[in-house]
């Protein structure tokens, strides 16, 4: 914790302060997020590959880490920036310290950074490249800008294939409970779904079980045939980081399983493949949602709800086809937030209605998709 680092952004602009985990550089693009928990749910989201995770938050690591928060196999995000790492942690549920976390997972973060101007200066002037490294002075400063600099930034980066799964597998596991004494009643019926990883959460996969989902998790790059084979009564889009406009191989599959009539929810990432599948554009955002407090409209309803958002790309609703109507818009900027399709049994929604922890306003997304899918069942038994 005595061992100085400084964080540098592309246009210039540097902080210094105290290393966090482990010493080397970590380049990305920098972003800030306002949840005040979850701060390892957020680290091993792999929507945050390649990115630097600001957590405005001030005091991060106050509850440890357990291998029971992870959303992934491991930490995702290429860094983390915050104000304060408390020398204590209180949980009952940790197995470590946040400092021993980082270490253990190899990533690089700085503390003593203020993060309330790196906020302001990414809401003013947008996301853009950054690097952690070791030291201080004019050789640190020196190298930190230059490896920014060169980091090309995320759009046209399709992450996708690159965090995704390289083989299919199946997932059993429920949501995580409060003690083994908690009963949750089973659905009645199970339904077929098979789930693109695009770089899915765990308690994602965890929700479409409790739902009634008999899950099949496939690589991202899937062809619709291979899909069709497993015999899904819907399909599932996974969240996911970069651009999703490089994702020609999924937008393919996504509309031959549209053209099936195949129940299908996207999120996140997977919302917007979904509108590009429609025909729909996408665009990058300025510095993007990131956070677990944002309210979001339900436009058919007039209900407004607290979600948790993570993402830095945006399905442009002017481009939307006559076949797909808005259904979720947020309140923070009026973006779009959610779509239906009027004519398949296909939706998406741009936040993360599964977050853990978070919000749980959305949740019953997951019973609209099962929904779907038993009205399907009954339909083709008829």
């Known amino acids: ?185 089973e659905p009645t019926r199970r339904h077929r779904v098979v789930a693109f990883d695009f770089g899915v959460k765990r308690n994602i996969l965890r929700l479409l079980h409790d739902a ?25 889009l996974s969240n996911g980081p970069g651009d999703p406009e490089p994702c020609d191989y999924a937008i393919r599959t996504i509309r031959e399983v549209l053209a099936r009539g195949l129940p299908t929810f996207g999120i996140c990432l997977g919302h917007q493949l979904l509108g590009l599948a429609a025909g729909a554009r996408t665009r990058k955002m300025k510095f993007g949602h990131h956070g677990a407090n944002h309210p979001v409209l339900e436009t058919a309803s007039g209900r407004v709800y607290i979600t948790s958002q993570n993402h830095g790309f945006v399905v442009d609703e002017e481009s939307l086809p006559a076949n797909v109507r808005v259904s979720h818009r947020s309140l923070f900027d009026q973006s779009l937030q959610g779509i239906e399709f009027v004519d398949v049994p296909a939706f998406g929604f741009q936040g993360h209605p599964e977050a853990s922890p978070g919000p749980h306003d959305i949740r019953p997304l997951f019973e609209r998709f099962a929904k779907a899918m038993e009205e399907g069942t009954d339909a083709a038994s008829h």
């Open 212 to 236: 009634g989902c008999e899950v099949t998790v496939v690589p991202a790059q899937s062809s619709a045939q291979e899909i069709f084979d497993l015999q899904p009564q819907g399909i599932f």
């Open 1 to 185: 914790m005595n061992q100085l680092a400084t964080l540098a952004l592309a246009d210039g602009t540097v902080f210094c302060g105290r290393l966090g985990g482990v010493p080397g550089e970590a380049v990305g693009e920098v972003v800030f997020n306002t949840a005040c928990t979850g701060y390892q749910e957020i680290l091993s989201d792999p929507s945050y590959a390649r990115q630097l995770v600001t957590l405005t938050q001030p005091h991060i690591g106050n509850t440890g880490a357990t291998p029971e928060d992870m959303e992934s196999g491991h930490v995702q995000a290429a860094g983390l920036i915050v104000r304060d790492l408390p020398r204590r942690h209180s949980n009952w549920r940790a197995t470590s310290s946040l400092q021993e976390f980082l270490r253990e997972q190899q990533v690089t973060a700085i503390s003593d950074v203020d993060t309330r101007a790196l906020t302001r200066h990414i809401r003013e002037h947008g996301a853009q490249a950054g690097c952690i490294v070791d030291g201080v002075g004019s050789a640190a400063t020196a190298r930190a800008l230059a490896s920014a600099r060169e980091f090309a930034g995320l759009s046209g980066m399709d992450l996708a294939k690159v965090v995704s799964t390289r083989e299919p597998y199946s997932w059993t596991e429920g949501a995580w409970r409060h003690s083994q004494d908690e009963q949750v009643a």
